[in-house]
């Protein structure tokens, strides 16, 4: 496999806007499935009543890169793997709509979006895409280790040493009485 590489398919992701009982928000909104493209229709919605509506957003490609192995790794190694999909409320056709903007399999990204005030939300990954995701792991995930911790100012160190010694000695000079030309 390629060092950076996109998911052999495009992909559709299907958004729930669901009532829930609730005073200060009256419906959620979340992602419930992600499909293979099946047609090139583009974003429509396709199921509205007065409890639901199910809106569909094609044309998803799913890309990996070596740099994020270690976020894979993550997502693979937890209980369940999943699809990070993040989304932001957008109007269409004068309705609210929450708009899927990017789908991801690293943890780590999915962090950072979250870090970043994104609204990220997970969906169960299939086996086939899982497998695809662990051998493209396996072949580029190397482990770095540990990386050695600088030391804060606060624990030590030459550079506090040399501080220190000079504000003793500044602090010195103040206290010191001063002598006159003579010694006294």
Known sequence: MEKNTTLPLTLSIIMQRRSINNRWQPFQWKPIEILPDMSDAGVRLLMADEHEQRWIFPGFAVQLFTDETPGYFLNLSSEMPCWFVMW????????????PKTISLSYDEAARQVDGGEQVDTLPLSAEVAAWLAEYTQQHFRYEGKKPRKRPSFEGGEGVQKMADAEKSSVARLVAPEKDRHGR
């Open 88 to 99: 932001r409320i957008e109007e269409i056709n004068g309705a609210e709509v929450a708009v």
